[in-house]
């Protein structure tokens, strides 16, 4: 039934639109089946940059009602671990903000433990008392579930940003604990038929849509998580859901470690000549902090690691062209070997998911994943199918564009182009077709100016000022940034956490957006006041160096600016039904829309000009510079479409027609939809599902094509700013306002097309999407 736990990111970013890779999400539905889940990028998306002191308790009223005074810490000692006092346990604190800054691997067994024995007696209670009411049913579930999801949102959270081989001992311990609690709850008898009560009584018309939907969800859900299964059948569902559960979490841990322990050491500068002085100065970093101290920028040593950050450098820069061959191979073939190989994790995933749609009388596991979002599996595949047959000839171009160029430049491997010298003759050609060097942009996006610009933007476009509250609340690391939203009477109405830079030693790739959590009248510290949503913005872009702060590539520009779309969806809810407000119980496809949207803005004159300024002198960013900007934005749009087109065909394909054990290897399967989708195919031994992050260890399985059908939908929002006129400020201030009192305000509380036709007036349509991409044409 409810579910405790999301996040929003392109980690899950899509991976790399443009270059980036994967992070993780899951769906924002409450279902105990995933405990919600983060929204990552894309994989290479425009936005992938490819993707105890004391427990401040504050004087808010109504901040998180996260209370566990009602625990009685004696009658549980003897079932917790001996010399941890349940008391003093930070996760288990009244707090107003999660105490991150004390949280430790130590507290995690007994904290949760505990967590979960409060929270079974409170099932028992109210499996006791229910009525098909809301005092009876609803408020009392959204406090069981709200607990979990805040709790255990700690901990999942802090083990993305601050990993250690202790903490992850201890999730995986208590996880299937955990997950055995969710089943529970989602399969309760008492609480589905009172839902049902509620559905078939007299007064369901009279509630309210947002109250509506809950139910609706409610019951659906509760089908999707066996409560309709015999015993024995519901036995088998259990033990796959505890199976998936601890294959995900061992999956993105494989990719982790698999990430981490490439490590390439070079002494002599000239293997490494083309590399810029950013690139130049992270591999001198990553040497320091493997024992090299003397490295420098300039003398070296440096190491080349496959964090996104260096191994994209490598990929555009490096003109030895055996190193970014070195390197593409081992990162496309991270976690396919040895202890770390995730070849058998995804095998077994992908025949359980098959298991478990049977299980629910379902054909195919996609069939199960579309239950809960807008598309159907056939409208999925026809939107990618669209999409694709625009996309091709582009592509194609795009390739033979790249050999031309490679041969004027009498490159030996002109006739021959692989995998490893796409992005590094890409990189040359945009240079030398629109006078642009990424890497000579970044002093012109210093953090602290791109935070500005893009504040300055949320308060044209939604009338909100947001301030700087560091310490206001504890952080897990220093460079964490906390942040304070107002309206415009200066109330508060949200916090957020960013935390911005690369420290791939314990910290996940990609960028994503989580819940810390969410606007609710049930949980109001006062009785009167909604509690205010909190949301945290992750990212992994370059972090500063000696006296230079953190220079920004205009990728990792458009990385922030999604994820932030994210967390205003969260943040600007007015939805006061816990169950439904932010990002909660928003249909799956339709929630990357608002963070697909605010890309859009950082081509927009104004606003790059408002953050383009060169840290050292000031100056803004020339005119013609932008100029060229805004034409290289559909430069290899083509190619950029398909990849995200493949990863999407990709997924669906493993979800509908795939038979494990079956004539085919997921890999036979990868080349097959390869051959449609990429002008290039892959490399016979590209392992690249063994670090799909998205579908085997996020919450896009059967639900990659989300991003592009979210694209459609975003893409179409932003031109009602263009039909109203950008450069009309009035125009622009009041579809803003539209645009929050609709698509930021409603959250799941309505329907997602019923959201979008008030907005826009209409049904959405694919035209401004390549329109944007410059793909028109193609589809005459």
């Not at 890409?426 to 791109?450: A, C, T």
């Not at 009785?527 to 949301?535: D, V």
Request: charged residues 25%.
């Amino acid at each position: 039934m409810a579910s405790a736990r999301f996040s929003v990111s392109r980690s899950l970013h899509p991976i790399l639109k443009r270059p980036h890779f994967p992070s993780f999400p899951s769906s924002p539905r409450f279902a105990p089946k995933a405990l919600l889940k983060s929204h990552p990028c894309p994989l290479w998306s425009s936005s992938f940059s490819f993707c105890l002191r004391t427990f401040h308790r504050s004087t808010s009223p109504y901040l998180v009602s996260s209370s566990f005074s009602s625990l009685s810490p004696p009658s549980m000692a003897s079932s917790v671990s001996v010399g941890h006092n349940i008391e003093s346990n930070p996760l288990l604190q009244d707090f107003d903000f999660p105490p991150f800054d004390v949280v430790e691997a130590k507290h995690v067994r007994p904290g949760i433990r505990a967590l979960l024995m409060k929270l079974e007696s409170d099932l028992d209670e109210l499996e006791k008392t229910v009525e098909p009411s809301w005092p009876k049913l609803v408020e009392p579930l959204e406090k069981i579930v709200d607990r979990l999801t805040v709790v255990w949102g700690m901990v999942n959270h802090l083990k993305a940003v601050k990993d250690t081989a202790e903490l992850r001992a201890a999730v995986e311990e208590v996880q299937p604990e955990k997950v055995k609690f969710q089943l529970r709850l989602g399969q309760s008898k008492p609480i589905y038929n009172a839902f049902k009560a509620i559905k078939e009584s007299t007064d369901w018309h009279s509630l309210s849509e947002a109250r509506k939907r809950i139910v609706d969800a409610q019951i659906k859900e509760a089908v999707l998580n066996g409560v309709s299964l015999e015993d024995d059948k519901r036995e088998q569902f259990n033990k796959i859901q505890q199976e998936l559960e601890r294959l995900a979490h061992k999956f993105s841990e494989n990719v982790l470690d698999a990430t981490k322990k490439f490590e390439k050491l070079i002494t002599d500068k000239k293997e490494i000549d083309g590399l810029p002085a950013t690139a130049l100065g992270l591999a001198a970093q990553s040497a320091v902090s493997k024992g090299h101290e003397n490295a420098t920028a300039e003398n070296g040593p440096w190491m080349i690691t496959l964090d996104v950050p260096s191994f994209i450098s490598v990929m555009q820069h490096a003109r030895n062209r055996a190193l970014r061959e070195e390197v593409y191979r081992a990162y496309i073939t991270r976690a396919s070997s040895g202890d770390l190989d995730n070849t058998p994790i995804i095998n077994q995933i992908l025949k359980l998911r098959l298991e478990k749609a049977k299980l629910l009388n379902y054909n195919n596991y996609a069939e199960v994943s579309m239950a809960t979002k807008m598309a159907t599996v056939d409208k999925a595949e026809e939107l990618l199918e669209k999409l694709r047959s625009a996309s091709w000839n582009a592509a194609v171009q795009d390739v033979e564009d790249l050999k031309s160029y490679s041969k004027s430049q009498d490159a030996p491997e002109a006739d021959n182009l692989s995998h490893w010298d796409m992005s590094f003759w890409s990189e040359r050609l945009r240079e030398s077709k629109y006078d642009i060097n990424e890497e000579e942009l970044r002093p012109y996006f210093s953090f602290s100016k791109v935070m500005d610009g893009l504040f300055n933007l949320a308060k044209i476009l939604f009338g909100i000022d947001i301030e700087p509250a560091d310490g206001l609340a504890p952080v897990w690391n220093n460079d964490v940034r906390f942040y304070c939203v107002k309206d415009s009477s200066g109330t508060p109405i949200a916090y957020f956490y960013f935390d911005p830079y690369s420290r791939p030693s314990e910290k996940r790739e990609g960028a994503w957006m989580d819940e810390v959590v969410s606007r609710s009248r049930v949980l109001s510290r006062n009785g009167t006041a909604s509690r205010l949503p909190i949301a945290h913005m992750v990212c992994n872009q370059t972090p500063p160096f000696g006296d230079k702060p953190s220079l920004m590539t205009f990728r990792e520009v458009e990385t922030v600016f999604h994820e932030f779309g994210h967390a205003l969806q969260h943040m600007l809810t007015k939805q006061d039904e816990g169950l439904v407000s932010g990002i909660r119980g928003i249909e799956w496809d339709a929630v990357e829309l608002p963070s697909q949207f605010m890309e859009n803005w950082c081509y927009h004159r104004d606003t790059l000009m408002s953050i383009a300024k060169h840290y050292q002198t000031g100056e803004s960013l020339p005119e013609e510079v932008y100029l060229k900007l805004l034409a290289a934005r559909t430069f290899r749009a083509g190619s950029l479409s398909l990849r995200q087109i493949k990863f999407a065909s990709l997924d669906l394909e493993l979800h509908t027609k795939y038979i494990p054990d079956g004539p085919e290897s997921v890999y036979d399967v990868d080349q097959r939809v390869s051959k449609k989708t990429q002008v290039i195919p892959p490399l016979p031994e590209d392992r690249f599902l063994c670090s799909f992050n998205h579908i085997f260890a996020g919450g896009y399985a059967a639900g990659y094509y989300s991003y592009k059908w979210a694209e459609v939908l975003s893409a179409d929002a932003f031109s009602a700013f263009e039909d109203a006129g950008l450069e009309d400020s009035k125009a622009v201030k009041e579809t803003g306002h539209k645009f929050r009192e609709t698509i930021l305000a409603l959250g799941g509380g309505k329907a997602p097309l019923e959201v979008f036709v008030e907005f826009r007036g209409r049904e959405p349509s694919p035209e401004a999407l390549l329109r944007h991409n410059g793909l028109l044409p193609a589809t005459a």
